[in-house]
């Protein structure tokens, strides 16, 4: 079975620009998580969805961020616009059933550098 | 609120020698869950175990254990006869507490086995 998808492994880009990170959730799990992995702060819950609504967005650091996920099979996290301090591996996770309590399985990240 | 703390940032141990990883946590919920995973140098987060706070047995895996103790707040992870293949950060992590949906991460501990 595939596990949780993410593109773009890899984006550079330059301060000011606009930058979307996707995911596909394992099929069949009803939520998803975006996580955000820094030297500094570790790993953060930005946001997570229930069948695909969002639950919990209080970890966004800013109006800068957005996410959303139209469809059960995908998810965006977009940065508009984007600064340095934005660098950092950005995860998604999924999982069935309650959000609080079953295993999350995460992507294999997105490595964002912002110039 | 809940906390995670994984007070050993580094461990390096020579290969075939047996490693503890300390985690404590703090929640003021009595249901909440436990999970460790593994972040290889590739980066990316595997899941190794999930223990509920009813669930005190310990629990064995191959060369891996697991000692959960409420008394003391505790969720330790044991290598037995570590391998190079070991090395890794290790992180543990919460849900479940305090209303919160999502993971609360430590820190993690970067373990190194050495050959």
């Known amino acids: 079975d595939a596990g949780v998808i993410q593109s773009p492994r890899h984006e550079v880009t330059e301060m000011g620009q606009e930058v979307t990170l996707r995911c596909k959730p394992i099929?069949?799990?009803?939520?998803l998580f975006w996580y955000r992995q820094t030297m500094m702060r570790g790993l953060e819950l930005l946001i997570y969805f229930n069948n695909n609504v969002p639950i919990d967005d209080s970890g966004m650091p800013e109006d800068r961020f957005s996410a959303k996920m139209p469809n059960a099979s995908f998810s965006t996290l977009k940065i508009q616009p984007s600064e340095p301090r934005d660098s950092a591996v950005y995860f998604c996770?999924?999982?069935?059933?309650?959000?609080?309590?079953?295993?999350?399985?995460f992507g294999p990240g997105t490595r964002l550098t912002v110039l | 609120a809940q906390k995670v703390t994984q007070a050993q940032t580094e461990i390096s141990v020579v290969e075939k020698e047996d490693v503890t990883l300390d985690c404590v946590y703090e929640?003021?919920?009595?249901?909440?869950?436990l999970f460790w995973y593994k972040q290889p140098p590739s980066g990316e987060l595997v899941f190794l175990i999930r223990?509920?706070?009813?669930?005190?047995q310990n629990e064995i895996s191959g060369r891996y254990s697991w000692n959960f103790q409420k008394s003391t707040s505790s969720f330790n992870f044991t290598i037995t006869a570590s391998q190079v293949v070991d090395s890794a950060v290790y992180f543990c992590a919460l849900s479940g507490g305090g209303g919160a949906d999502g993971l609360t991460f430590g820190k993690g501990t970067h373990l190194i086995i050495q050959p």
């Open positions: 223990r509920n706070s009813f669930d005190e």
């Open positions: 099929s069949g799990h009803n939520s």
């Open positions: 996770a999924s999982s069935t059933g309650r959000p609080s309590t079953d295993t999350q399985y």
């Open positions: 929640t003021r919920d009595t249901t909440y869950y």
